[in-house]
């Protein structure tokens, strides 16, 4: 399989997790916000601190993104490309077809990680990394959250990457909660994601799950249907993802993704089993069946 030597030391526990008492949310997005503000607002004033979020049919302006791109210093495996601003008429918005976000806390305020698939305004339809201080809402969108008030998911320094990431912590005290079972993740680097997310309900004894709003990057891809990016680095989000045991009994992944290169093209469909390894990191909200 596909593979990058990170420039840290690489732990034995290739999957940080916990599980916690959750809710699904759905509200809107305000116009005239930035995106960390829209995304996060009613989901701090309602008492959550941890989540991941699923959007679509927002219409952003100003917007700027990044695209995955190759390493600028020997410190990284990869990097982000400059920021790009959409092309065409500038009075016209980005359309955004779906997008995936984590909500957790960066020094000590809500920040959001957010990989989407957009139209620009010049019709071309692209992908990748939401600079989300930079990109605003130009009108209401509807947002679901699958969020919890038990753990908690902040930015730490990543020694093996050598990147700041989002990592979950448990909740010193779990709170009693009657919303579904969530499990919050971090996938580390050069496994299989969907081997990685079979591991991850085995260690939490889930039978069956559905991965929600989850986003990460891949050391390129491979569909099952034989296509493939070839990029070293892939900005990736889950559009539909299930856990469950197939024909013969074992638990396997059936993840569905949009998958988007360096240069922002989109491609989209369902994982190939076993050929596709995390890059950098990956993201993942588990709901338990």
Excluded at 162 to 185: D, K, M, S, T
Excluded at 231 to 258: F, K, Y
């Amino acid at each position: 399989m596909r593979r990058h030597v990170q420039p840290g030391p690489a732990p034995d526990d290739r999957i940080e997790s916990c599980a916690a008492a959750g809710a699904v949310l759905d509200y809107t997005l305000a116009p005239g916000a930035d995106l960390i503000a829209a995304l996060t607002g009613p989901l701090v004033a309602a008492g959550f601190r941890a989540g991941a979020i699923a959007f679509a049919d927002a219409r952003l302006r100003p917007f700027r993104y990044v695209l995955p791109g190759p390493p600028r210093d020997g410190a990284h495996v990869a990097w982000f490309s400059d920021p790009h601003d959409p092309a065409g008429d500038p009075s016209r918005p980005t359309v955004v077809e779906y997008a995936n976000a984590t909500f957790g806390w960066r020094a000590g305020a809500p920040f959001v990680h957010c990989h989407g698939v957009w139209t620009e305004p010049d019709g071309a339809r692209r992908g990748g990394h939401m600079l989300p201080e930079e990109t605003f809402l130009a009108g209401p969108a509807r947002a679901r959250a699958w969020v919890t008030r038990e753990a908690t998911i902040t930015v730490d320094p990543d020694p093996e990457t050598n990147f700041p990431l989002f990592h979950p912590v448990p909740a010193v005290v779990p709170l009693p909660g009657e919303g579904p079972r969530l499990i919050l993740a971090r996938l580390r680097p050069n496994q299989d994601l969907g081997e990685a997310l079979v591991a991850l309900c085995a260690r939490h004894g889930l039978r069956a799950a559905t991965v929600r709003a989850s986003l990460g990057s891949l050391i390129g891809a491979r569909f099952a249907d034989g296509r493939a990016v070839d990029d070293p680095a892939t900005e990736v989000l889950v559009r539909s993802g299930r856990i469950a045991p197939g024909a013969d009994g074992a638990m396997q992944a059936v993840l569905d993704l949009a998958v988007v290169g360096g240069a922002g093209g989109v491609t989209e469909g369902i994982l190939a089993p076993g050929e596709n390894p995390v890059c950098i990191t990956f993201e993942a909200m588990l709901e338990a069946a």
